[in-house]
């Protein structure tokens, strides 16, 4: 093999290299946005939840109060009942009485409805409640994660830019800028073997001439339909 060949092959490594970590490297915040919705989606499903049983316990505690006021009503009736001389006075307290009682037993079995409704909420609560604190667990560590595969990305881009660097110094300048446009104009390979008398990078047929210059020249040798620069590898 050309040592032409080689050292470019051996650029084009680290090229794709740095290319894959690039776009590792971009792919980072989405990672990190989607973790950080999803932990705020558990959150917001808890707080409604909460904000449910909070509008039932304070249902039930104005349904308390208005029994306590009715109760307190009957009682003043009572007193009253004790003092009334007329008759049909006294048959009309007495049916506010049995209204207000009425009114009681009505307010009573709503009561009981809203406090069964709360009973449904709390297991409900609960299940949030473990669901958000293992959402909770889980983004810490994938926070954590990010940070350090984001940490190495950096540090193996700064190692291999020098390596890179060193490499682009001491390439064959014509060569050098052929591999440059075309890793620029293809962005994928810009260097390919020939498997099976096909191009690495097109696939097409190469003609025998091309193959037996790859083979045995002296100088690049370049595929006739995707440009890219060809050489041999031993099947
Ligand atoms: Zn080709």
Redesign the pocket.
């Known amino acids: 093999m050309l040592p032409v060949i080689e050292k470019l092959l051996v650029l084009q490594d680290r090229d794709r290299r740095i290319a894959q970590l690039k776009a590792e490297r971009t792919r980072i915040p989405e990672q990190t946005a989607a973790t950080e919705q999803s932990l705020k989606a558990g959150s917001a499903r808890l707080d409604s939840l909460r904000d449910q049983a909070k509008h039932i316990e304070a249902d039930r505690k104005k349904l308390e109060i208005d029994v306590e006021a009715k109760r307190a009503q009957i009682a003043k009736y009572r007193t009253q009942l004790s003092l009334i001389k007329s008759n049909t006075e006294y048959q009309a307290l007495l049916k506010e009485i049995a209204k207000a009682e009425q009114e009681i037993d009505v307010i009573e079995t709503h009561e009981l409805e809203v406090m069964e409704k709360s009973d449904q909420l709390q297991p409900a609560v609960k299940q949030e409640q473990a669901a958000l604190k293992e959402i909770t667990v889980k983004a810490e560590a994938e926070r954590a994660e990010l940070q350090k595969r984001s940490a190495m990305i950096e540090q193996e881009l700064v190692k291999l830019q020098t390596e890179r660097g060193t490499l682009v110094q001491d390439a064959d300048p014509d060569a050098l800028y052929r591999y440059e446009r075309l890793m620029h104009s293809k962005s994928d390979f810009a260097i390919?073997p020939i498997r099976n008398g096909n191009?690495g990078?097109?696939?097409?047929n190469i003609p025998p001439q091309l193959v037996h210059n790859a083979k045995n020249g002296t100088t690049l040798t370049s595929?006739d339909?995707?440009?890219?620069i060809l050489y041999w590898q031993p099947e």
Do not use: A, I
């Not at 339909?225 to 890219?228: D, F």
């Open positions: 390919v191009c990078g097109c696939h097409l595929c339909y995707c440009g890219r």
